[in-house]
């Protein structure tokens, strides 16, 4: 039988575990702070040169995009480091494809960015 709050406290308690994964990673991983620098920047870039709503909510999407997937490759990182020894070629290959997603979407997120500041500029 559904219970409301039996449903509401592990919703809590789920919403606790992904924040700690958030915190966690911002805490390790110097990629994380880039990211979050330039996102800053550009959003504060976007709100000053007024872009619209519509690319304003695009740019989020992107830096949404990017930190998730920043947050995903740390995790396989770390699932990869913590059930391998010593190293292991499909370990470096599982490593290197979660990095070049990221990347692959960063440069994507960059080419969007500077299209959208552009066009505005003009």
Same mark, same amino acid.
């Given at each position: 039988m559904f219970n409301l709050k039996r449903e509401a406290d592990? %919703?809590?308690k789920r919403l606790t %575990? +992904?924040? *700690?994964? !958030? &915190? *966690?990673a911002f805490k390790r991983e110097r990629n994380l702070?880039?990211? *979050?620098?330039v996102a &800053? &920047?550009?959003i504060v870039s976007a709100i000053l040169i007024h872009v619209t709503l519509t690319d %304003?909510? !695009?740019?989020l999407i992107l830096i949404g995009g990017v930190i998730s997937l920043e947050l995903v490759n740390t995790a396989i990182e770390r699932a990869v480091d913590l059930t391998t020894q010593k190293p292991h070629p499909? +370990? @470096? +290959?599982a490593k290197d494809t979660a990095a070049g997603a990221v990347l692959c979407f960063s440069i994507i997120s960059v080419i969007i960015g500077f299209m !959208?500041?552009? @066009?505005?500029?003009l």
């Open positions: 592990n %919703f809590l %575990f +992904a924040f *700690s994964g !958030i &915190i *966690s702070h880039i990211q *979050s620098i &800053i &920047i550009v %304003f909510m !695009i740019i499909l +370990a @470096k +290959a !959208i500041l552009y @066009k505005t500029l």
